[in-house]
Every structure is written in structure tokens, then in C-alpha cells.
């Protein structure tokens, strides 16, 4: 053919619009140590016309009749394989494309669509994560994401700190631009095999680690002392769903895949490098004692601490790992006791109306931190961690932090009014209602057993009494507010707890001839032997839900003659029923241990000091 020929031309402009596109479409740089992996490499280097046809549909940001055609040939298990390796070597830069992408809601879905097709059979993602390396190349893609809307952290000493987070205002956090990569990682992980491979790697783990304190410290709210806020940020939920997506959720599939002591080398390796980036964090917000926290500003988001403590769970209660191998030094573990304490006055702080001049978000934030979506992988975590420092650390020094963070340190304090002002932060009108809360705080350290030794069944049990007992259900309502873990929806015993302590209450006609929808009610044995007071308010998203299991309480005690008025008032309010605790596992230290320790008796000394 002549060089001059109008097919000659019209190659020569195809090649060179091929090029442009290529070019077009860059991958992110890695970091050196992962330069050999096929998918993240400069240049890309198309040997096959699937591939090249491929590398349109993503330029193009997945045209449905092209997606369609793709997906058509899935069938055949070579081209699947095939489709598979050229799908992960554009992984990286399909990334690039989700918070850039002006169809924000059809490309993502369309990705997902695809990669949901390869990535859930296990075989071929084992091979394709050995082969072209595919769990470095999806999280170094969202961490890549990540990277791109970070911005200093103000949680630890301004002059002192190099800590980054993400932006939560920003369009990646707020249009959940990551959820792709999130669900792809999720699904991948899902497969025992996989799970077991991210574990072990130690490249991998430090990547992970590297990134998990983007969310480490996010969103710091500052409380308003003097003015109301002007203008209430709407941030927040960007920041709890980035928690639970991209930290939580891979978490409790890599914890479901920790059954026994086969598996203990893995999760000795995740600790090993959870304490390490803790410390990292500590160093890069400066924080080297705990009275340097401060007090007017926190964040609902410490992932590197749920981390720790779900795993330390995980090892110690099914791997036969012992607690005291798990444990950092005590400095270290004081120092890792104060943030997740800082959120717990906060949360107290908040619902006591000291944070009013931060808005109604602020309220949201702390409905959300024990909504059942999140209580799991946030409140529950906190608890179970303060509950280890509290048998580890020294009691009188455990006590006092405890109660100088809830700043009630004078209430115990038998100095003069005038040799106590030192002691008081807060104003006269939150002292009694900060005191309820930090006596409340300390019962459910004392008693609540949700990490410390319950079965799942005995969990599930506990989670559906609570709901029942705040108000009759529908079945539907039951199981959409379970709390959950990774998105598994309820637990497989759900029917038979529910049979066990719920009663179902037929369909019942109104007035107007309209059918009530039949409701689950508690049995009278719940009411007797299982309602759990303390619990309740721990699940209490709005203070009124704990108030109407109370009122319900009394109405069942009153209506069955179970009162015992002796000869007082019998328009009198009963006690609540407060339940002793169930024993520990044997592998753990009964939190109440700080009761019986000589050195508790010196709390009020010290508070006078």
C-alpha cells in the first residue's frame, strides 16, 4: 500500500488518537518496592485486541453495549481468565477515573458489575492475586484515592504534628467515590485463601497500615465554648462511612477467616503491625503523655485502636493466644487508653447538652458513634479495649484519669469549696448530669460482657432482648437494626433466639377495618431474668428508647402483681432491675478487679490532691 493511500492515512491517525488515549489514561505511581507489579507499571502495553478492547470500555468509563459484549463471553473459562488478567492490569488506572468520572453513579456501577463477575470466584482471583499481584494493586489504588484529599490532622499539637487524614468535605469522601475499590477489596477478601495471603504479606501489611491512619484522628470536632457555630459542618456521615467501608468492613472479613489456633501466626502479624503504626501515630501528632489530649476537641475515628482491640479479641478468645503476649508495655497502653476514653466523655458530654453550640450534627455524630450499623465496629471495640486497660494499668492511676476526664474529680473531693476550683471544668449546670454519666460509664466498664467472654449465641440473644424490650417489632424491624459486621445482615441463629424470647402477636383489625401488621413482643421471662438495663442504654440511640424499656418494665412488674410495695407507696417506682454480670472468659481479667485492689481505696485521696 502507498504511504500516501487514504488506509494508510487513516491508520496513521488511529495509531496516533491509540496513543493519545494511552496517554491519556496514566497509572498512579507506585511506590518503588512495587514497581513489579504488572498492573501498576507505566507503560501500558497492549498484546491482544480483548485487551485493547478492553482499554476502550474503561476510556470510555464502561459503555453499556460494550460491557454487555464483554460480559457475554464470560462463560468460556479461557476467555474468563484472560479477560480476568487484562481487567487487573487496568485496575489501577480505572481508578483514576472514579472521582473524575462526570456519570458518578452509572460508572461505578458498571465496575462493579464486571469485577463482581471475576472476583467472586475464589480459583481465579487466588490466581490473579499471584500472578499480577492483585490485592497490592487494589489497595494501593484506594490509598491512592486517599492520598489525593489529604490534609493535616489538628487532633494533636498543631506546632508538632506531620499527621495527615483524608478531607472529609472533600468529593471523594462526601460522593463515596472509593466504594468501588472498597467492594472489590471486600469481595476478594471474602475468600479464605486471599485473606490468608494479605495476612502473611509483609509488604502488604504495611501498606494497609499506611493506610489506615488516613481515618486515624478525622473529622476533629472542636467544642464551642463561647458563640454558636455559624455554620454546621456536613461532613460527619462522610467520615463514619468511610470508617465503616474502607476500615471496618475488610477488618471483619479478615477477623471471620481466625478461627482457631492454625491460623494464630496471622493474627500475631496483624498486631505486631497495628501497635507499630500506633505508635507511628503517636509520634506524628506529638502525643507522648496523656495529659497532653485536649479536652475541647475530639474525633469520633481511631480505626488503628478497633483494629487492635478486635483482633487481640479474636486472638485470645479462638486461637488459645494468651493476653499478656499481646499487650504493648503499660506506657504504651496508657497512652492508647486516652483516645478511645476521649471519644467515651465526648459521647456522655454531647447527649448532657454541653456541645449544643456545635449544632445538631454533633448530636449526630454520637447517635451514629452506637447506631447498629456501627456499634460493632466502633463503641463496642472502644469498651473492650478500655475494659483491658483497666485490668492492666495501676487502679488508683486508672480511676483518676477516669474521673479527671469526666472532670467530677472535685464532686469526690472532701477539700474546700475554695481549694477545689482548680479541679472544676465544668460549669455548675453539667456537674450532676457529668457525674451520672461518669458512674454510668464505669457500671458498663464494670459489667457489660459483649467482648469479654459471650458466646455469639448469648450475644445474639442479648442484642434481641434489648431490641424488644424498647418496643414491640415487626420481624422486618428486627432484622434491619441487629447490629452487624460486615454487612452479612443478621445472624444465622436470628430465628431461633427470636423464637426463644420474643412472642408473636397476631394481626389484629382497627376500628376503620385497616389489618395491623403482626409485632414481636418480649416473653414474660425476658421482663424477669433478662432485661438488662445498663445494655439498653448502651443501645440507646435516643435517651427516650431506655426510658420506654424501663416504662414497659414497671408496667409488666405492675400489671402481674410482681411489686413488693412492703408498706410503702404503691404509687412508688420500683428499682431497675440491675443484673450481675456473667463471668468473664477465664482468658481475660474480670474488669472488676479494680473493686477488690487495696489501691482503689486511694482514689479520693488522690482527688484531693
Request: aromatic share 10%; glycine share 4%; charged share 20%.
Amino acid at each position: 500500500l502507498s504511504e500516501d493511500s487514504e488506509y494508510a492515512n487513516y491508520m496513521r491517525q488511529s495509531a496516533e488518537k491509540y496513543r493519545n488515549a494511552v496517554n491519556g489514561l496514566p497509572s498512579p505511581t507506585p511506590p518503588i518496592k512495587y514497581c513489579d507489579c504488572p498492573g501498576l507499571g507505566s507503560k501500558l502495553v497492549h498484546t491482544s485486541f480483548l485487551e485493547e478492547l478492553l482499554f476502550w470500555t474503561v476510556r470510555y468509563e464502561f459503555p453499556q453495549n460494550l460491557v454487555c459484549l464483554l460480559l457475554n463471553m464470560l462463560p468460556d473459562q479461557n476467555y474468563k481468565e484472560i479477560f480476568a488478567r487484562a481487567f487487573v492490569q487496568h485496575y489501577s488506572r480505572m481508578s483514576t477515573l472514579l472521582d473524575k468520572s462526570g456519570t458518578s453513579d452509572t460508572f461505578p456501577n458498571r465496575l462493579i458489575h464486571v469485577s463482581v463477575q471475576l472476583f467472586s470466584n475464589e480459583a481465579l482471583t487466588l490466581k490473579m492475586t499471584e500472578s499480577l499481584h492483585l490485592l497490592h494493586i487494589n489497595v494501593f489504588s484506594i490509598k491512592n484515592m486517599m492520598s489525593t484529599v489529604l490534609t493535616l490532622n489538628t487532633l494533636g499539637d498543631v506546632q508538632q504534628n506531620y499527621h495527615e487524614v483524608v478531607d472529609c468535605g472533600e468529593h471523594v469522601m462526601k460522593e463515596h467515590c472509593y466504594w468501588p475499590l472498597v467492594s472489590d477489596l471486600n469481595n476478594v477478601l471474602s475468600h479464605p485463601s486471599i485473606a490468608y495471603k494479605f495476612m502473611e504479606d509483609e509488604k502488604q501489611l504495611v501498606m494497609w497500615f499506611e493506610y489506615l491512619p488516613m481515618f486515624q484522628g478525622m473529622n476533629v470536632n472542636t467544642r464551642e465554648m463561647r458563640n454558636h457555630i455559624e455554620f454546621e459542618p456536613n461532613t460527619y456521615y462522610a467520615a463514619f462511612s468511610a470508617e465503616l467501608e474502607a476500615s471496618a468492613s475488610p477488618m471483619w472479613w479478615l477477623v471471620s477467616h481466625l478461627k482457631d489456633a492454625s491460623t494464630k501466626h496471622l493474627t500475631l502479624n496483624v498486631i505486631k503491625h497495628c501497635l507499630g503504626a500506633i505508635k507511628k501515630w503517636f509520634d506524628a501528632i506529638y502525643f507522648l503523655s496523656p495529659d497532653q489530649l485536649d479536652r475541647l476537641k475530639m474525633s469520633f475515628h481511631v480505626p488503628l485502636h478497633r483494629y487492635f482491640a478486635v483482633f487481640v479479641r479474636q486472638a485470645v478468645m479462638h486461637q488459645g493466644l494468651k493476653l499478656d503476649d499481646l499487650l504493648p508495655d503499660l506506657n504504651t497502653l496508657q497512652l492508647m487508653m486516652m483516645h478511645p476514653l476521649s471519644v467515651q466523655v465526648a459521647f456522655y458530654e454531647i447527649m448532657k447538652g454541653m456541645w449544643v453550640r456545635n449544632g445538631l450534627q454533633i448530636r449526630g455524630q454520637a447517635m451514629t458513634y452506637i447506631q447498629c450499623h456501627f456499634s460493632n465496629s466502633m463503641v463496642d471495640p472502644d469498651l473492650f479495649l478500655l475494659q483491658l486497660c483497666a485490668a492492666r494499668l495501676n487502679p488508683a492511676e486508672f480511676m483518676r484519669t477516669i474521673l479527671d476526664r469526666f472532670n467530677v474529680q472535685h464532686w469526690l473531693s472532701l477539700a474546700k469549696e475554695e481549694d477545689k476550683e482548680h479541679l472544676q471544668f465544668v460549669d455548675q449546670e453539667h456537674g450532676m448530669p457529668m457525674m451520672e454519666s461518669a458512674l454510668i460509664f464505669l457500671v458498663s466498664l464494670l459489667t457489660l460482657r459483649t467482648n469479654l467472654g459471650l458466646s455469639e449465641q448469648e450475644l445474639t440473644r442479648l442484642e434481641m432482648i434489648t431490641l424488644l424490650c424498647m418496643e414491640d417489632r415487626y420481624h422486618s424491624a428486627l432484622d434491619g437494626q441487629m447490629p452487624e459486621k460486615n454487612g452479612n445482615g443478621v445472624p444465622d441463629n436470628f430465628e431461633e433466639v427470636l423464637a426463644e424470647v420474643g412472642s408473636f402477636k397476631e394481626p389484629q383489625f382497627e376500628a376503620g377495618g385497616v389489618m395491623q401488621q403482626g409485632m414481636y413482643v418480649p416473653k414474660p421471662e425476658v421482663w424477669e431474668t433478662m432485661y438488662d438495663p445498663i445494655y439498653v442504654l448502651l443501645r440507646a440511640v435516643h435517651r427516650r428508647d431506655f426510658q420506654s424499656s424501663f416504662d414497659r418494665y414497671v408496667s409488666y412488674v405492675q400489671r402481674n402483681g410482681k411489686m413488693n410495695y412492703g408498706s410503702g407507696d404503691k404509687n412508688s417506682t420500683p428499682w431497675a432491675p440491675w443484673r450481675l454480670p456473667s463471668a468473664c472468659n477465664s482468658a481475660f481479667t474480670d474488669p472488676r478487679v479494680l473493686l477488690h485492689r487495696s489501691e482503689e481505696r486511694r482514689v479520693g485521696k488522690e482527688c484531693r490532691s
